[in-house]
T-cell receptor, first 115, second 113 residues
Framework: ETGVTQSPTHLIKTRGQQVTLRCSSQ?????VSWYQQALGQGPQFIFQ???????GRGNFPPRFSGLQFPNYSSELNVNALELDDSALYLC??????????????FGPGTRLLVL | DQQVKQNSPSLSVQEGRISILNCDYT??????FLWYKKYPAEGPTFLIS?????DKNEDGRFTVFLNKSAKHLSLHIVPSQPGDSAVYFC????????????FGGGTRLMVKP
């Protein structure tokens, strides 16, 4: 059983650019969430996808968008990057509607630096 | 508006003793609570959870206590081991699916040999 993987591990962009981060869910999981973790803080919920539809969103502007694909992998897109977007971006997957432990499993994250 | 707070940024404990990590929340609609552990360069790892209908859940050396009236939960680690040194995050969910989590700011636990 493969865990959650994310790519790339590190990324440097400049202000105003666009970025796409990728995530492969844990095998058998149908739900994926994205979180932003700024330095010294806890992760903040960005949004969640279930069966390719967004079914929950945190307090993030529309320039943060996402996709979930039929194989349950996912992308996070951020347009018009700002300096404050510099953070660790975490992807987490879970099985909604299943009988297993109710929790999310996190990937190692992508560290984004905006200059 | 921080709905989940961990007021102690760090905690140092001697090996073999008890570690107690605390967490407070403000939203009475939270239905499910979780603790995650995070090592550097890794994603958070699930540790233990508790439903709002319970006041205690135990798993080996880890016990989580929930006091709904005080909107407070705590994680007890007994006995503490050097490998437990990590950042611990408390998280809460509005549903019992354990997703769309609201996290606290974390507590760095250092267990000294």
């Amino acid at each position: 059983e493969t865990g959650v993987t994310q790519s790339p591990t590190h990324l440097i962009k400049t202000r105003g650019q666009q970025v796409t981060l990728r995530c492969s869910s844990q095998s058998g999981h149908n739900t994926v969430s994205w979180y932003q973790q700024a330095l010294g803080q806890g992760p903040q919920f960005i949004f969640q996808y279930y069966r390719e539809e967004e079914n929950g969103r945190g307090n993030f502007p529309p320039r943060f968008s996402g996709l979930q694909f039929p194989n349950y992998s996912s992308e996070l897109n951020v347009n018009a990057l700002e300096l404050d977007d510099s953070a660790l971006y975490l992807c987490a997957s879970s099985l909604q509607g299943g009988r297993g432990r109710k929790t999310q499993y996190f990937g190692p994250g992508t560290r984004l630096l905006v200059l | 508006d921080q709905q989940v707070k961990q007021n102690s940024p760090s905690l140092s404990v001697q090996e073999g003793r008890i570690s107690i990590l605390n967490c407070d929340y403000t939203n009475s609609m939270f239905d499910y609570f979780l603790w995650y552990k995070k090592y550097p360069a890794e994603g958070p790892t699930f540790l233990i959870s508790i439903s709002s209908i319970k006041d205690k859940n135990e798993d080996g050396r880890f016990t989580v206590f929930l006091n709904k009236s005080a909107k407070h939960l705590s994680l007890h680690i007994v006995p503490s081991q050097p490998g437990d040194s990590a950042v611990y995050f408390c998280a809460a969910s509005l549903n019992n699916a354990g997703n769309m989590l609201t996290f606290g700011g974390g507590t760095r636990l250092m267990v000294k040999p």
